[in-house]
């Protein structure tokens, strides 16, 4: 499974994988227990590749942040997103040190912890990190023009999958805040 599948939609609990277009949206199967359900084109989806945590220089992509949690955790699973708020931030400014905290709220830190987890629990965790090592490294191999023109290629069928909106997430950081489409 690829990063770019998966999506959360807004007012819908867990995570969800794409599986196809339709007409007015996309058919979302839930990661947890495998059921489909439409996704209209007015409801709020954010696609994982398009988020990333607010940092005190930039941004961090959400797969940088699982892969530091799984390295301070060696693989297992991470600290219960329902624990006390201070004991989050702590937790938080361990894995992720330049997080910004104006900008990145004890909400946030939850939901990534959750997600992180939920991810774990499901032995998905692990293949979405591998998948993107290997990414990683075929960019390496390739030129900067070369580069540029592979991730047009790979990202011009799964952006036509959602369109735009103007909502902001806060701290979680949504690069394009998308709607299904």
């Given amino acids: 499974m690829d990063i770019e599948d998966i999506i959360n939609i807004e007012g819908k609990p867990g995570l969800y ?9 996309i058919i979302a199967e839930s990661l947890e227990n495998k059921n489909r359900i439409p996704v209209f ?17 930039d941004s961090c992509p959400i797969k940088e942040v699982f892969k530091k949690i799984s390295a ?5 699973k991470s600290i ?25 709220y004890i909400s946030h830190i939850k939901k990534v912890i959750k997600w992180y987890n939920q991810l774990n629990d499901l032995k998905l965790l ?11 490294k075929e960019e390496e191999k390739l030129g900067i023009d070369a580069k540029v023109q592979n991730d047009l290629k ?6 036509s999958k959602l369109k735009a909106n103007s ?10 805040n998308r709607k299904a489409s």
Avoid: H
């Fill in 17 to 25: 994988k794409i599986l196809a277009n339709t007409k007015n949206g």
């Fill in 72 to 76: 301070k955790e060696g693989g297992n």
């Fill in 167 to 176: 909502k902001a997430m806060g701290g979680i950081k949504n690069t394009t």
């Fill in 126 to 136: 692990e293949e979405l990190l591998k998948d993107s090592d290997k990414g990683d």
């Fill in 154 to 159: 790979k990202n011009v069928p799964k952006a």
């Fill in 80 to 104: 219960d997103p329902n624990s006390n708020p201070e004991e989050l931030k702590a937790y938080f400014k361990i894995v992720l040190p330049e997080y910004d905290e104006d900008q990145v």
């Fill in 41 to 57: 084109a007015s409801s709020n989806v954010s696609a994982f590749k398009d988020i990333s945590i607010y940092t005190n220089e």
